[in-house]
């Protein structure tokens, strides 16, 4: 069965630091997203892609963030300057015609 | 915009014993239902969904859910839970017709007890 895949699977870095996830969504999906969890809470909406744009971003996605899709495979988060409280797990996913999002395995940062 | 709740933060059954975990939906027209399960450390992996038809759906691992229109809810259910049903569940809720965000509920913490 097809997956979304990403890298790394753990990373830790010092606050301020720029951090890139990377991911590989489903090759014929469109539509791309990231989502986060911080620990013990629930699954927040990050940003949506489509068609090499944004197309809708909530407001934790502040200017320190940023998503490219650099290539025809992988789809990119940068946090640019990073804080503690972008401690979490970061989730892609992508989305089929089924509309049905299907989810990478997650990327756990840890901001010291 | 559309919102979830999961009233209960954490359950406690015993191993085959019946489960049924709430699930109430704040959405204009008709949504999009969706129940995912966590395993600690691990993704999300999608259990059922419903989008329109038969209000009661199957999915994977003996689980089903139903959708009440009349009380914006998706209970999701299982006749029988076993020890590796032990997880964290979210209830969530998408835009029909768009290919949109969707909209996780906090969650219900599962322990399954022997």
């Known amino acids: 069965e097809p997956e979304v895949t990403q890298t790394p699977s753990h990373q830790v870095t010092q606050m301020g630091q720029e951090v890139i996830l990377r991911c590989v969504p489903i090759?014929?999906?469109?539509?791309f997203y990231w989502y986060r969890q911080i620990l013990g809470q629930k699954v927040e909406f990050l940003v949506s892609?489509?068609?090499?744009?944004?197309?809708?971003k909530s407001e934790i996605f502040d200017d320190q963030f940023s998503v490219e899709r650099p290539d025809g495979s992988n789809f990119t988060l940068k946090i640019r300057s990073t804080k503690l409280e972008d401690s979490a797990m970061y989730f892609c996913?992508?989305?089929?015609?089924?509309?049905?999002?299907?989810f990478g395995a997650g990327s756990r940062l840890t901001v010291l | 915009a559309q919102s979830v709740t999961q009233p209960d933060i954490h359950i406690t059954v015993s191993e085959g014993a019946s489960l049924e975990l709430r699930c109430n939906y704040s959405?204009?027209?008709?949504?999009?239902l969706f129940w995912y399960v966590q395993s600690p450390g691990q993704g999300l992996q999608l259990l059922l969904k419903?989008?329109?038809?038969?209000?009661l759906v199957q999915g994977i691992k003996g689980f089903e859910a139903e959708f009440k229109r009349s009380q914006s809810s998706f209970n999701l259910r299982k006749p029988s839970v076993h020890w590796s049903d032990a997880a964290e569940y979210f209830c969530?809720?998408?835009?029909?017709?768009?290919?949109?965000?969707?909209?996780f509920g906090t969650g219900t913490k599962l322990q399954v007890i022997p």
């Open positions: 996913a992508s989305i089929s015609g089924a509309n049905v999002l299907t």
């Open positions: 090759s014929n999906h469109l539509y």
């Open positions: 892609f489509y068609n090499n744009e944004i197309s809708e």
């Open positions: 959405y204009g027209a008709t949504p999009y």
């Open positions: 419903y989008f329109s038809g038969d209000t």
């Open positions: 969530a809720v998408g835009v029909s017709g768009g290919y949109q965000k969707v909209t």
